[in-house]
């Protein structure tokens, strides 16, 4: 297996464009995060798949932005109408289904920025 | 909720020993985990706490005490590879979602 990948790894928008970036995870892991991550930072959690079911969405997270994990999969995170706020760094983590068992492996993740 | 705080810079020589704290608020503990982040880089994964005591990985070693609701990474022998970030993590809410602290910028001199 080759990790998690995400694609791609650089984005470079327009205020106001819609932007959607992709992420593989690791093929048997049914959990599947997105974070994002501003210079300094710790990873803040945006929203969380198990298998093809979003089960948790942050309250931080704007109607603009939107998520699908279509068969379970790989998944797709979108942003409409973006904000120069939105620069950011977009990670991606897949995990196993264990209850409290937190090893969870990153993306390279997709570097954002909207000018 | 959780959350998670820890030191924002720590530094020290090669070869010394250095100790990352954290010290966490949850509504509901299930653990503690370690990651460790290079600029540019993906947080990878170091080490996971669920009980009490010390737990160690060659020359890491992760210790949680959940009655203070402490816990602390201990890098021993260090090399210059080891400057990056370290985060502390915690499974939050009845998702188990890895909630993390804002970091600790490791920066290790000759």
């Known amino acids: 297996d080759t990790g998690v990948s995400q694609d791609p790894r650089h984005k470079i928008t327009k205020r106001g464009q819609n932007v959607t970036f992709r992420c593989d995870p690791i093929?048997?892991?049914?959990?599947l995060y997105w974070y994002r991550q501003t210079l300094g930072q710790g990873p803040e959690f945006l929203t969380y798949f198990q298998n093809e079911a979003q089960l948790e969405k942050s309250r931080l997270l704007s109607n603009r932005f939107s998520a699908e994990r279509p068969k379970g999969s790989f998944s797709t995170l979108e942003i409409q109408r973006t904000e120069q706020g939105d620069s950011a760094m977009y990670l991606c983590?897949?995990?196993?289904?264990?209850?409290?068992?937190?090893?969870?492996?990153f993306g390279q993740g997709t570097r954002l920025t909207v000018v | 909720g959780q959350s998670l705080e820890q030191p924002s810079e720590v530094t020290a020589v090669e070869g010394a020993i250095v100790q990352i704290n954290c010290t966490y608020q949850?509504?509901?503990?299930?653990?503690l985990s370690w990651y460790q982040q290079h600029d540019g880089g993906a947080p990878t994964f170091l080490s996971y706490n669920a009980l009490d005591g010390l737990e160690e990985t060659g020359r890491f070693s992760s210790f949680l005490s959940r009655s203070d609701s402490y816990g602390y990474l201990l890098l021993q022998e260090l090399q210059m590879k080891d400057s990056a970030s370290y985060f502390c993590?915690?499974?939050?809410?009845?998702?188990?979602?890895?909630?993390f602290g804002r970091g600790t910028s490791l920066i290790v001199h000759p």
């Open positions: 993590a915690g499974p939050s809410g009845g998702s188990y979602i890895p909630t």
């Open positions: 949850t509504s509901g503990f299930y653990g």
């Open positions: 093929s048997e892991h049914n959990r």
């Open positions: 983590a897949s995990s196993r289904d264990g209850q409290t068992d937190t090893e969870a492996f």
